[in-house]
């Protein structure tokens, strides 16, 4: 079994490239060829999302597509290995109860993909030691079953502060905004309104 979750933390790598990015190293390739058969069949992934597992676009639907694609490369069927509950807010109670759900459907890894679900998620933590929780963004883990990923998220904002920086000079206006998701005191928001900056710069 410690094969098989060595293996399913690789996803946090398979997710970076969908929406979010790992802070770990993927197992070499050879490693999830030798994962027993019979351990992979047991294995069952839970995932806790922001909003609907229907979603055909958007910051759930790329975690969505993450998952069940790293599951995939990895021999487990989406199908009967994975168990979502979705449409949780960052509250809580709320988060708490939706991982209460999937450790009894038998999850042997949760993701939690929005920022707001780190505590609860900790706290989960050490109340299910053999239970893996990964948890998108965010900044909290422990050393032994709780971890997080997040990707380079900067470099997308500074793509996009290149694109704003060119539709400014197009309009002759110098004005541009950025909507920052939380305070400047993350080092997400930070990094997010430097890069976008400097995509500005870069064109003007």
Known sequence: MKKIIALL???????????????????AAQDNAEAPVAEAADFKVGAIYINSKNDTAGYTFAHH?????????????PATQLVIVDEVPE????????????????????????????????????EYTDVVFSHGTGYL??????????????????????VAGLKSLEMGN????????????????????????MGVQAVN
């Open 9 to 27: 933390l690789a996803m946090a790598m398979v997710l970076s490239m969908a929406a979010c990015g790992a802070k770990t190293e993927a197992p």
């Open 65 to 77: 597509n993450g998952i069940t694609t790293a599951m995939k490369e990895l021999g487990l069927d």
């Open 91 to 126: 509250d809580d109670e709320q988060v708490l109860a939706a991982i209460d759900t999937l450790v009894g459907e038998g999850a042997n890894i949760i993701f939690g993909i929005s920022f707001g679900y780190l505590n609860a998620m900790l706290t989960a933590a050490e």
């Open 141 to 162: 883990s422990n050393d032994t079953n709780y971890n997080n990923y997040f990707g380079r998220v900067y470099q997308a904002r500074y793509l996009s502060g290149i």
């Open 174 to 197: 110098n004005n541009v905004g950025y909507v920052a998701a939380y305070g400047t005191e993350y080092a997400e928001t930070a990094s997010g309104i430097n890069s976008f900056a």
